[in-house]
Structures are given as C-alpha cells and as structure tokens.
C-alpha cells in the first residue's frame, strides 16, 4: 500500500514537472520564431527596401544636378557648363548599376530610366554644341525634346522615389507589427506559465497531502498493533 502510494506521488511530480517544460519549451520556440522573423523582415527591408529607396533618391538628387547644369549651359550657350554636366552624368547609371541588384523587380522601370536618361542627355549635348558652334541648324525640335523627356524621366523619378519610400514604411510597420505581436505572446504565456504553476503547486500538494495522511494513519495504526 506504502508503496502504491508513493508511486502515484512520483507519478504526479513527474507529470507537473512535465507540465511546466512543455510549456516553457513553448516559450522558447517562440522566442526563437520571433527572433528569426524579425532578423529575417530587418534584413529584407535593409537590403532591398531602404537601399532601392536611397538609390532612388540618389537617382533624384543626381537628376537634378544634371538638369539644371545643362539647363544653364543651354542658357548661356556654355561649354564649361556641358563640361561640368558630362562630369556629373556617370553617376546616374552607376547608381542603375547598383537598383538592379537590389531591386530586380523593377527591371523594366529602370530600363526606362535608362533610355530616357541616355536620351534627355544626349539632347542636352547636341543643343549646346550647336549653340556654341554657332550651327545654323534649327533647335526647336530638340529643345522640345529635350524638355519632354527631361520632364517625363523627372516624374518617374519622384513617382519611384515615392513608391519605394511607402514600401520602406511599410516594412518598418511590417517589422514592428511582428515585434509587437511576438512580445504581448510572450507576456501572456509566462503569465499562463506562472498560472499553470500556481494550479499544479495547489492540485500536487492536495494530491500529496492526502496519501500522507493516509499513510501517517496506517504507521499509526502499525505502531498501537491494528
């Protein structure tokens, strides 16, 4: 009897024990899932989305440099200007270069940047040199090409630059959606952990307590002879 009793004690500290490890096991899968996730969204949104909008903005910044330097030279009929543009062009499509690593996706936007670019400059060029050489051959055409494709590449240039912004924020709203998720599951499984051990603490030791009366009575009884 002694002995059937101390099994079944055995038994339930095993199972509570069993209990509390499953459940702080739980917790710490989650806690590596969470980790993971989170590494993984960082990484993606460093890698790709922050970098595609800093080229983006790059592309804006050089744009602009570019355009108002042959703007000015065209203005003033100047070649140092056109000097100074063609020294400032290589870095568009180098920068390019580089979004076609990082934004793939974007193949035939960036194809259009790159015809549009080639083109817008390649007109600024012709202008001025036919400025500056005094050439009696009418611009008019090409100035009103210069200016539509300067315009055209200008706005999907911002429109780019806009998109890959949003998704940069949607990202981030992404990252921390997740962070925030995976830290209110965590708070409420250690408070589900410490409530679990509460009841098994309170059930065990009724349990336990119980068999130890029964087996104080039964010594008791040995002891006056029954």
């Given at each position: 009897m002694l002995k059937y009793r101390n099994l079944q004690i055995q038994h339930k500290l095993i199972a509570s024990f069993a209990a509390i490890l499953l459940v702080v096991l739980l917790l710490a899968v989650s806690n590596y899932m969470a980790n993971t996730r989170i590494y993984s969204l960082s990484k993606s949104l460093e890698e790709n989305a922050y970098m595609a909008y800093k080229d983006g903005?790059?592309?804006?910044?050089?744009?602009?440099?570019?355009?108002?330097?042959?703007?000015?030279?065209?203005?003033?009929?100047?070649?140092?200007?056109?000097?100074?543009?063609?020294?400032?062009?290589?870095?568009?499509?180098?920068?390019?270069?580089?979004?076609?690593?990082?934004?793939?996706?974007?193949?035939?936007?960036?194809?259009?940047?790159?015809?549009?670019?080639q083109q817008y400059f390649s007109t600024g060029k012709r202008i001025v040199n036919a400025l500056v050489n005094s050439s009696d051959t009418s611009i008019d055409s090409s100035l009103n090409e210069f200016g539509t494709a300067g315009n055209e590449l200008r706005e999907r240039l911002k429109a780019y630059t806009e998109s890959k912004d949003a998704s940069f924020e949607n990202g981030i709203g992404e990252v921390t959606q997740t962070a925030s998720f995976y830290a209110y599951f965590t708070i409420w499984v250690s408070l589900g952990t410490m409530l679990l051990a509460g009841v098994l603490a309170v059930c065990l030791g009724r349990s336990i307590g119980q068999p130890l009366k029964e087996i104080a009575l039964i010594a008791q009884n040995v002891a006056v002879g029954d």
């Open positions: 903005s790059a592309l804006v910044d050089n744009f602009t440099k570019l355009s108002d330097t042959l703007t000015e030279a065209i203005g003033f009929s100047d070649s140092n200007k056109l000097q100074k543009a063609v020294e400032i062009a290589p870095t568009f499509p180098g920068t390019l270069e580089h979004l076609k690593t990082v934004a793939p996706d974007d193949a035939p936007e960036i194809a259009f940047f790159e015809s549009h670019f």
